[in-house]
C-alpha cells in the first residue's frame, strides 16, 4: 500500500450508490467515469468469493468481491444488463436473483434481520406469468392507474429465496471493486474514497461501511459525505433547503453552513419509481386503444419490453402465446417493462411539468369539479401530442396533458394526486414498522432507546476489536458476523423510530417550507431563499426535451419557486424564494458533482481518516470526525 499523507495531493474516488444508479469517478472531474445500475441480477455458486471485474453497465460474469466480513456469503456470478435478454444461453433466468444494497424502505444501505421476503400484496406469488401475460394496465382509455401494477420494489420482493444476513454489504462491497476495475483502472489501496452518504445516515451504518471500505479494500483513507451538503456545494451554496427527487422517495434537507439540521428532514414516497409506474400504466392502456384500433396482431393488451420483442421475432414472429412471447419470471419482466417506461420519462414524451396555476382534472375537488376547465388547461389539451415508439415499433400519442398527470403526483393538492401520495406514505409507515418490529426491540421511550443503541455499538465494536486481534478462523466469523448483523439492526432502530415521523405525504412546496419552519427562526429566510432541487426525477421540463430551448429546464425550479411563495405569502409577504438547481444534464448527478468539487480542494486533504487512525480508534472514529 503506498504511503498516505493529508498533505499531498492524491486523485481521490467519489462514490455515491443511490437506489437507482452507483456512481463512481476521481475528484474534479465533471462527470462519473463509471455509471451502472444499483440494481443487478446476481446468481449464488459454491466456494469463496472472487475477484470481479468487466465493464461498466456490462454483460454477466463479474463475480462479488473479497468479503471477510461476511464469510458466509457464496460466490457470485453478477449481471449488470439482464432488461433487454435472459441470462442464460437458454434464454432463462433459472437460479438468478436481483439484488440492490439500499433498502427500499430506509433508503440506506441497510437489511433488516428478517431472511424470508415478504411477497408484495399486489402480485399472486403461486403464478409468476399470470400478471404479465394476461393482466392489463390502464382503464382502456390511456389512463394510468397508480395501483395497478407492481413497483420496482414490489418487483424485486417478487423473487424466491433468501438473503444472508448483512449481505447488501457483499454487494455494495462488489460494486466497489466493478467500479474501481471497469472504469477507473486503479487499485483501492492507492487511492482514498470519498463516499457519499444519505443524510439520515445513522452511526451504525456509518461504522460497517467504513470498516469494509478499509478491511475489504485496504483503502488508504476515506471520508464520508451527506448527499445534501455535496449538493449545495454543486450549486456554489453552503446554506438550503435541498430537495433531492430519488428512484426510491424524496427528501428533502435543510442544510446550514454545510451542516445537516436533522430536526428539519421530511421524506416522502412519492418518487422516480412511482412516475415510471404512472408512466407505464399510461402506456399499457394507450397501446390497448391503439390495438383495438389498427387491429393489431398481438396477443398482449400490454407493451411488451425488448426482450419479449426478440423473442417474437426469434420464432419467426409466429403469433399466439408460444414460446416466443413467453414472459419472465418476476422480477425481470416487470424491471423489464420499467425501463422503457424510464425511456419515455426521460426524453420528455411520458412526463412534463405544467407551469403554475395547472391542476389535473382528476386533482379537481367540490365546485371545481364541476365548472369549466381553466384556460391554462384547455390551451395543454389542445397542443399537439408527444410521439413516443415502443419496443415493438408501435407509436403511440401522449397528450399533454397526461404528460403532465405525472409531476402533479408531486404538485396536486386534491384528487387522486393527494390520495396516491397518502396511500404510498401509510404503506410506507407500515413497512418501516414491520422493519422495527424484525429487529426484536419493543420498548424505545424515554432512556430505553438510547441505552439500546449504545449497548449495540458498544456490542459491535467489541466483535470488531476482537475479529481484528484474535484473527478467528472461519468457520467463528461465520457466526460473529451474523451476530454483528443483529447487533447493527438494533443499534439501528432508535434512528428508523424516529424517521417514522418525517414521512410525509404534502406535496414537494409544502415540505420545503415545513423542512424550513422546522428550524430556528434566524435560519428559516436563508434557506427559503436557497432551495436546491436536484435529483432523477427532477428532470422534467414544461416540452419535449428534444424539442427544448433556452429556459425549458427551469420549468420545474419556476413552478416550485411559485407554489413556495404563494405558501408563504400568505403569512410572511416579504419573504423571498430562489430555486437553485443545475442543467438537466447534471441535476441527476448533483450530490457526486458536488463531492467531486468537494474532494478536489486543498483544504478538504486534512479531514480524510486514515487506514493508521482506523486501526487506532476503531469504527467509532467515523462519529467524532465526519460531520
Not at 81 to 97: A, I, M, T, V, Y
Not at 351 to 365: R, T
Not at 396 to 408: A, C, G, L, W, Y
Not at 412 to 434: N, P, Q, Y
Request: hydrophobic share 30%.
Amino acid at each position: 500500500m503506498m504511503p498516505f499523507s493529508g498533505g499531498e495531493h492524491f486523485p481521490a474516488v467519489v462514490c455515491e450508490v443511490g437506489s437507482h444508479s452507483t456512481k463512481m469517478g476521481f475528484a474534479g472531474e465533471d462527470y462519473p467515469r463509471s455509471y451502472f445500475r444499483s440494481t443487478t441480477a446476481f446468481k449464488r455458486e459454491g466456494g469463496g468469493v472472487g475477484g470481479g471485474g468487466g465493464g461498466s453497465g456490462g454483460d454477466s460474469g463479474d463475480s462479488a468481491s473479497n468479503s471477510a466480513s461476511n464469510s458466509n456469503s457464496k460466490a457470485f456470478k453478477r449481471s449488470y444488463d439482464f432488461f433487454s435478454r435472459g441470462l442464460e444461453l437458454d434464454g432463462s433466468d433459472d437460479g438468478w436473483e436481483v439484488s440492490n444494497p439500499v433498502d427500499r424502505v430506509t433508503g440506506l444501505i441497510y437489511q433488516p434481520t428478517y431472511t424470508e421476503l415478504p411477497p408484495p400484496s399486489s402480485m399472486n406469488s403461486n403464478n409468476d406469468n399470470a400478471d404479465a401475460e394476461g393482466k392489463n394496465k390502464g382503464d382502456g382509455n390511456g389512463n394510468g392507474d397508480v395501483s395497478s401494477s407492481l413497483s420496482y420494489e414490489e418487483a424485486m420482493r417478487a423473487q424466491p429465496g433468501t438473503t444472508i444476513p448483512g449481505e447488501c454489504y457483499t454487494h455494495f462491497s462488489s460494486y466497489l471493486t466493478h467500479g474501481y476495475e471497469s472504469a477507473l483502472c486503479t487499485e483501492p489501496s492507492s487511492t482514498p474514497l470519498l463516499l457519499v452518504e444519505r443524510s439520515y445516515n445513522p452511526p451504525p451504518i456509518r461504522q460497517r461501511m467504513i470498516e469494509t471500505i478499509f478491511e475489504e479494500h485496504n483503502a488508504p483513507a476515506t471520508f464520508f459525505a451527506r448527499d445534501a451538503v455535496c449538493a449545495c456545494y454543486a450549486v456554489g451554496r453552503t446554506t438550503g433547503t435541498v430537495v433531492d427527487i430519488g428512484h426510491s422517495g424524496t427528501v428533502v434537507t435543510p442544510v446550514y453552513d454545510g451542516f445537516v439540521e436533522n430536526k428539519g428532514i421530511l421524506r416522502s414516497p412519492v418518487g422516480v419509481d412511482m412516475m415510471d409506474k404512472m408512466i407505464l400504466s399510461q402506456l399499457d392502456g394507450l397501446y390497448k386503444m391503439k390495438k383495438a384500433r389498427m387491429k393489431l396482431n398481438s396477443p398482449f393488451d400490454y407493451a411488451m419490453p425488448l426482450y419479449q420483442v426478440r423473442n417474437s421475432e426469434g420464432q419467426g414472429g409466429q403469433g399466439g402465446q408460444g414460446q416466443g412471447h413467453k414472459a419472465r419470471r418476476e422480477p425481470f419482466h416487470t424491471l423489464a417493462r420499467l425501463e422503457f417506461a424510464r425511456h419515455a420519462r426521460e426524453d420528455g414524451s411520458g412526463a412534463g411539468v405544467g407551469i403554475y396555476g395547472y391542476s389535473s382534472l382528476h386533482d379537481l375537488e367540490g365546485e371545481a369539479a364541476d365548472q369549466e376547465p381553466s384556460d391554462i388547461y384547455q390551451q395543454y389539451a389542445n397542443a399537439p401530442k408527444a410521439s413516443f415508439k415502443l419496443p415493438d415499433g408501435t407509436e403511440v400519442d401522449i397528450s399533454q396533458t397526461k404528460r403532465f398527470d405525472i409531476s402533479e403526483l408531486m404538485f396536486g393538492k386534491g384528487g387522486k394526486s393527494a390520495e396516491a401520495r397518502e396511500l404510498a406514505a401509510t404503506e410506507a409507515k407500515k413497512e418501516l414498522d414491520a422493519t422495527i418490529a424484525s429487529a426484536g426491540v419493543s420498548g424505545t421511550d424515554g432512556d430505553t432507546g438510547t441505552s439500546i443503541e449504545s449497548s449495540a455499538i458498544a456490542q459491535m465494536e467489541d466483535m470488531r476489536r476482537r475479529k481484528r486481534n484474535a484473527r478467528l478462523g472461519n468457520n467463528k466469523k461465520k457466526k460473529a458476523t451474523t451476530a454483528s448483523h443483529e447487533k447493527l439492526v438494533k443499534a439501528c432502530t432508535p434512528y428508523l423510530l424516529s424517521a417514522i415521523g418525517e414521512i410525509s405525504s404534502s406535496t414537494i412546496p409544502s415540505m420545503i417550507c415545513d423542512a424550513a419552519f422546522k428550524c430556528d427562526r434566524d435560519q428559516q429566510s436563508q434557506l427559503l431563499g436557497n432551495a436546491i432541487l436536484c435529483g432523477g426525477g427532477a428532470c422534467l421540463s414544461t416540452s419535449v426535451l428534444s424539442n427544448s430551448r433556452g429556459d425549458n429546464a427551469n420549468s420545474m425550479p419556476e413552478r416550485i419557486r411559485e407554489e413556495c411563495e404563494t405558501i408563504i405569502h400568505a403569512h410572511t409577504p416579504g419573504w423571498r424564494v430562489k430555486v437553485l438547481s443545475p442543467g438537466l444534464s447534471e441535476r441527476s448527478i448533483c450530490s457526486w458533482l458536488g463531492a467531486s468539487i468537494f474532494g478536489s480542494l486543498g483544504s478538504f486533504h486534512d479531514m480524510w481518516v486514515t487506514k493508521a487512525e482506523y486501526e487506532e480508534h476503531g469504527a467509532a472514529i467515523v462519529n467524532r470526525k465526519f460531520p
